[in-house]
């Protein structure tokens, strides 16, 4: 028997308890907060514990955080039912692990040496997380890079930069990640997200699938 590949979605940067449930309802399988405040697409920990109440049992919750003091972390973790830890800064693995919660490591490609040579002090992350460069930021760029480059990792990989609707399945059928990240590519506007594109994703998802 041979088993269908199921590539996972996650929507980052929800800000919005109806988006958080358009997610849900649409077969979304992780929602992403940014406890970042200086992204356009920022939430408090208390904010998104509010959202959090009103979901539906098995999506997963992800909760971002960029160079974060561990105190904050602890009390992001204390303030709202985080699964997984997301960390988009400079922070290393020990830095990760001392949260005794499942984490995802982003880095930002700019080579398949470098993103081989970053991924591999990340042994313990459960997932690595690809997005684009951009000197000076901290993902959510928007842009997406050059997939031919992405290397074979240990971890799973989540593709993210860039990615929308039109170009998913194009990235699903070329790359084979274990999920797919998206933000920008399905918003009205930063945080403000938009239920047909939604839906449009998870579709595009779902019929590249098929086709591999």
């Not at 992001?76 to 997301?86: E, P, T």
């Not at 290397?151 to 084979?176: D, K, R, S, W």
Request: charged fraction near 20%.
């Amino acid at each position: 028997m041979t088993l269908h590949h199921k590539t996972r979605v996650k929507v980052c940067g929800i800000t919005r308890a109806e988006d958080a449930m358009t997610a849900a309802a649409l077969g979304v399988d992780a929602i992403g907060f940014v406890f970042y405040e200086k992204s356009p697409r920022a939430i408090t920990p208390t904010a998104a514990g509010d959202i959090i109440q009103k979901l539906p049992p098995f999506l997963v919750k992800v909760g971002l955080f960029v160079n974060a003091t561990p105190e904050a972390v602890f009390s992001g973790l204390s303030s709202c039912a985080i699964d997984i830890l997301q960390f988009h800064g400079d922070e290393d693995e020990n830095y990760c692990r001392q949260f005794d919660v499942p984490y995802i490591r982003a880095l930002r490609h700019r080579s398949t040496q470098e993103t081989l040579k970053a991924a591999a002090q990340f042994s313990s992350a459960s997932a690595i997380l690809l997005d684009s460069y951009e000197p000076g930021r901290f993902g959510g760029t928007g842009q997406a890079f050059d997939w031919s480059e992405i290397p074979e990792l240990t971890q799973p990989m989540v593709l993210a930069g860039g990615l929308t609707p039109l170009n998913v399945g194009l990235a699903v059928g070329q790359v084979a990640p274990y999920a797919v990240d998206v933000s920008g590519g399905v918003e009205d506007l930063p945080g403000i997200k938009c239920p047909q594109r939604i839906r449009q994703f998870v579709r595009a998802v779902a019929a590249a699938d098929d086709l591999n």
